[in-house]
């Protein structure tokens, strides 16, 4: 019943940009941080991103700094992820997810064990 959906993945040349887009049904999301992880074949599951309910805080990792932006629209229950200046690095399937606890996170943010709802991920290429 609680479903978390992104989209708006593809191929995109390096230097490129896309948005994603994590909708949330089943339950309002106002009251959820979110945080935006990564996949790729033979790697772990990478936290890339962090909002806090409001928007007020926000984390990234390193390899992102810069170049992507999170931000939330509760009132559609959506959370966005803006990637400018795309890496072929930047390739994997990305997810999003929350903590139903809403435990708070600080430095725990990018632990993939913080989060237990998840959605399906959308695929992001990005190749020549």
């Known amino acids: 019943q609680v479903q978390l959906v992104e989209s708006g993945g593809g191929l995109v040349q390096p230097g490129g940009s896309l948005r994603l887009s994590c909708t949330v049904s089943g339950f309002t999301l106002e009251n959820y941080s979110v945080g935006w992880f990564r996949q790729a074949p033979g790697k772990e599951r990478e936290g890339v991103s962090y909002?806090?309910?409001?928007?007020?805080?926000?984390y990234y990792a390193d390899s992102v700094k810069g170049r992507f932006t999170i931000s939330r629209d509760n009132l559609k229950n959506t959370v966005y992820l803006q990637m400018n200046s795309l890496k072929p690095e930047d390739t994997a399937v990305y997810y999003c997810?929350?903590?139903?606890?809403?435990?708070?996170?600080?430095?725990?943010?990018?632990?993939?064990?913080?989060?237990?709802?998840w959605g399906q991920g959308t695929q992001v290429t990005v190749s020549s």
């Open positions: 909002i806090s309910t409001t928007g007020v805080t926000t």
């Open positions: 997810a929350i903590d139903s606890t809403r435990r708070p996170k600080g430095s725990r943010w990018s632990n993939r064990y913080e989060y237990d709802r």
